[in-house]
């Protein structure tokens, strides 16, 4: 079964930084594309970072300029490095991976809590 497994979420002061990591059991090498998403209490999931096979990336206008979304072939990992964390930023993180006709992936979510 494919899988994709995040982590890295955790308690942080506003300011601070915090690195996602989603680990894929297969190739990342086969997915169209990869992406972050979040879901804060009481909102709709909404998508943070993508990145395709050509390492082309977008970002949600909320997100520009503090985080950065990156992946590593050799390790089959996607990261996404947060900085200058906002209480707004607290949410359950997902990763999603497209495998084309292979399928599409959701990992089972981080949760990044960001308060002092």
């Known amino acids: 079964q494919m899988q994709l497994v995040e982590s890295g979420g955790g308690l942080v002061q506003p300011g601070g930084s915090l690195r996602l990591s989603c680990v894929a059991s297969?190739?990342?090498?086969?997915?169209?594309?990869m992406a972050w998403h979040r879901q804060a209490p009481g909102k709709e999931r909404e998508l943070v970072a993508t990145?395709?096979?050509?390492?082309?990336?977008n970002y949600a206008d909320s997100v520009k300029g503090r985080f950065t979304i990156s992946r590593d072939n050799a390790k089959n990992t996607v990261y996404l490095q947060m900085n200058s964390l906002k209480p707004e930023d607290t949410a359950v993180y997902y990763c999603?991976?497209?495998?084309?006709?292979?399928?599409?992936?959701w990992g089972q979510g981080t949760q990044v809590t960001v308060s002092s």
């Open positions: 999603y991976g497209d495998r084309g006709s292979y399928g599409r992936y």
């Open positions: 297969r190739s990342i090498g086969s997915f169209y594309e």
């Open positions: 990145i395709n096979i050509e390492e082309r990336t």
